[in-house]
């Protein structure tokens, strides 16, 4: 793989035909409220998700719940076989914290959680496959949103205590450790706007902040727990998983107000990658200034202590990367409606659209297609963070999977892993790639409507079997052949 990259650069032309290095990793990934169901089951208490699709509004949720979903608390063997047929190097899944601690507090360990997930886990080892978990993807236990979730600052506290007893229990054969997915869906989404995410509040000026410096200091504690007990014995890896949306100004104009946006869009990222640690300067003084102008008495960006500043920075190991989407930034007029992060942002007047270009011809309104703007967001980490290994922890393509074919899912995939291989080529340090996801999910606030699995499952079916989609036969070839380029061989030619 060195002499095609170094090949390529003297020849300024691609030389590798898609292949990836034998380092890099494929993996596939899933959550658990997404796919367990048995919410119910033993001692388990109810997450803030089974709270809010439990309302019966006619809207939460698309009228449907994660009360059975996929079924893998009992059907995990079936998705660990679709891994293996894939040839995953790993699987990423989430732990339900409830399932693992009723009471949220480690004062009671499930007996039944922890078997669950040490099957899990040690059915993966045996197929080769190895385990990557995320600590959190969203599932707070109710009892502490009752105490005010993300917005409490004891949160940090009781996430370090929930991460050592994951650390403790799987630590010796979990190696790669994701703390939180998504602080700016769990944070923007579900404190400030009332968009469909639990727990659904609204509180557009100050909501979002509070979680956002919560949610780093939490990640921070559990970082720290495992690079002071852990690692010493078991050597592995820990990081955040980000989602970014790339962005940039429509116009040269515009190009200050992308810079800005984007700022705003990677708030998460900066206060633990970055050399000086801390919110990004030009974005906390823009919102010190709105907040005085509003006639608040103090920032709603919360600041860091000089103590918390070094407390959060450097806390990674790696780069984790959710990425689906990019948008264009231009200057908001009277007439758009802001709504952060999905449509604008109120704090730099900025509105965010996409280019006519980018398709979007699947149910999921906001997945428009622009595949450069991976590459570009990695290009960013490495020159704004320094060569840090990334692993892109997310990435995926969601339709309403009616007919069965899912070509625009593959081609998705082929335009995405052509950037990653063009990255890797121009000397970014990016390891693995994976896959959103390996079987249907329930999603959120869109229900069951959106596919976004390699595999099907059909929910009206009771035996929910998973069944490969033509996405998942190309996802196999890719891996086996470690390159993207095996469509002509059966699918692509025809699209
Ligand atoms: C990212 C989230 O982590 C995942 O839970 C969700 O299903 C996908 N985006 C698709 O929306």
């Known amino acids: 793989m060195k ?14 035909n898609g292949k990836f290095p034998s380092w890099f990793k494929f993996g596939a990934a899933t959550s658990s409220y997404q796919i367990e169901g048995a919410w119910n089951i033993s001692d388990k208490t109810p997450s803030i998700w089974d709270t809010f699709c439990h309302i019966k509004d006619d809207v939460k949720c698309s009228n ?8 893998s608390y009992y059907q995990w063997k079936e998705d660990l076989d679709a891994a293996a047929e894939l040839g995953l190097d790993y699987y990423r899944f989430s732990i339900s914290w409830t399932r693992i601690l009723p009471t949220g507090y480690p004062n009671k360990i499930s007996k039944d959680g922890v078997r669950y997930y040490n099957e899990l886990i040690n059915g993966l080892l045996a197929r080769g496959i190895e385990p990557m978990v995320t600590m959190y993807h969203w599932e707070l236990p109710q009892n502490l949103q009752d105490l005010g979730g993300w917005t409490n600052a004891l949160i940090s506290t009781w996430f370090a205590d929930y991460a050592k007893v994951l650390f403790t229990l799987f630590g010796d054969r979990v190696k790669t450790w994701l703390t939180i997915n998504e602080p700016l869906i769990m944070c923007a989404a579900a404190y400030s706007e009332n968009t469909g995410f639990a727990p659904g509040i609204s509180d557009p000026n100050y909501g979002a902040f509070l979680c956002a410096k919560n949610t780093l200091l939490a990640h921070a504690h ?4 495992y690079d002071v007990i852990y690692r010493p014995k078991y050597g592995g890896k820990v990081s955040i998983a980000n989602q970014i949306f790339w962005m940039e100004g429509q116009s040269e104009e515009e190009r200050k107000l992308g810079e800005l946006t984007y700022s705003l869009n990677v708030l998460y990222t900066y206060p633990v990658f970055s050399k000086n640690g801390g919110w990004p300067a030009e974005i906390e003084e823009i919102i010190a200034t709105n907040s005085k102008n509003q006639g608040f008495s103090f920032s709603r960006l919360p600041a860091f202590t000089t103590e918390e500043i070094n407390f959060v920075k450097g806390t990674y190991d790696f780069f984790g990367l959710n990425y689906y989407t990019s948008r264009l930034v231009r200057k908001a007029t009277k007439e758009d409606k802001l709504n952060w992060p999905f449509t604008g942002s109120h704090e730099l007047e900025s509105f965010l659209t996409v280019d006519a ?4 011809e699947n149910t999921v309104p906001w997945l428009h297609e622009y595949p450069i703007g991976l590459r570009r967001i990695l290009e960013w980490v490495k020159k704004e963070f320094g060569d840090i290994e990334i692993i892109v922890t997310e990435i995926g393509y969601g339709d309403g999977g009616e007919d069965g074919n899912d070509y625009n899912k593959i081609r998705y995939h082929k335009e995405h892993l052509e ?4 990255a890797i080529n121009a000397g970014i340090n990016v390891t693995g790639y994976t896959v959103w996801s390996l079987i249907d ?14 595999y099907k499952v059909d929910y009206d079916d009771p035996k929910r079997a998973r ?3 033509p996405s998942a036969k190309f996802y196999a070839a890719v891996i086996q052949a470690r390159s993207f380029d095996v469509l002509h061989k059966y699918i692509y030619d025809e699209l």
């Open 3 to 16: 002499t095609c990259i170094v090949l390529s650069v003297l020849l300024f032309s691609r030389l590798c």
């Open 64 to 71: 449907a719940n994660g009360d059975v979903a996929a079924n």
């Open 222 to 225: 559990a970082w720290r727990i």
């Open 357 to 360: 270009s980018w398709r979007n």
């Open 419 to 422: 950037q990653v291989e063009l």
């Open 441 to 454: 999910t329930f999603e959120w606030d869109s229900g069951n409507t959106v596919k976004f699995g390699l």
């Open 467 to 469: 069944i490969p989609r």
